[in-house]
């Protein structure tokens, strides 16, 4: 991410009733699937989450679990409101994909970037802030980071045997 404010598309994604930033520049796809079919058409492998994309078995990340994000009331109402479906943005980074689930995607735009502050430059999640069009804050998501330190344990030659069979 830039040190210097730059403009970049972008998504705005909520988990809860925190928005979210991720830059269009890893995005592959987004997804909008009914929460029932999505969990139960989830697999297991070597201890991750994974999910069957258009042939490929992609891991999954939970953005509600990495945030430690607990939900509550207002989320319950907005999630009933929605008819409980969820998103999965398949991102792609160094040509490996991985899908991150949230609530919603709520927006597609351009935003600009801003370097963060020392107190919060150092947190792998985070690689830049901005103000949203309702002038409320939100933190860009570092997608490479997120999969480094959450699938750096997963055998791809073992989930890319599995898709074989």
């Known amino acids: 991410m830039p040190l210097i404010d730059e403009i970049v598309p ?16 890893n995005l592959y796809e987004i997804m909008q ?17 994974t999910y069957k994309h258009r042939g490929d078995l992609i891991p999954i990340i939970f953005l509600s679990q990495i945030l430690k994000y607990e939900d509550n009331k207002e989320v319950a109402d907005r999630q009933k409101d929605a008819g409980k479906k969820i998103s999965i943005l398949i991102l792609e980074v160094n040509q490996f994909k991985y899908g991150l689930v949230a609530d919603l995607v709520e927006d597609m735009n351009e935003v600009v970037v801003r370097p963060l502050n020392f107190e919060i430059k150092n947190v792998y999640l985070f690689s830049g802030l901005t103000i949203l069009k309702d002038e409320s804050p939100a933190l860009i ?15 791809l030659t073992s989930v890319t045997e599995e898709v074989m069979d």
């Open 141 to 155: 998501l570092d997608v490479g980071e997120i999969m480094r330190v959450h699938l750096k344990n997963l055998d």
């Open 10 to 25: 972008s998504v705005i994604v909520s988990v809860g009733v925190e928005r979210y930033i991720i830059t269009r520049a």
């Open 33 to 49: 699937l009914e929460s029932d079919t999505f969990i139960n058409t989830l697999e297991v492998i070597n201890g991750f989450p």
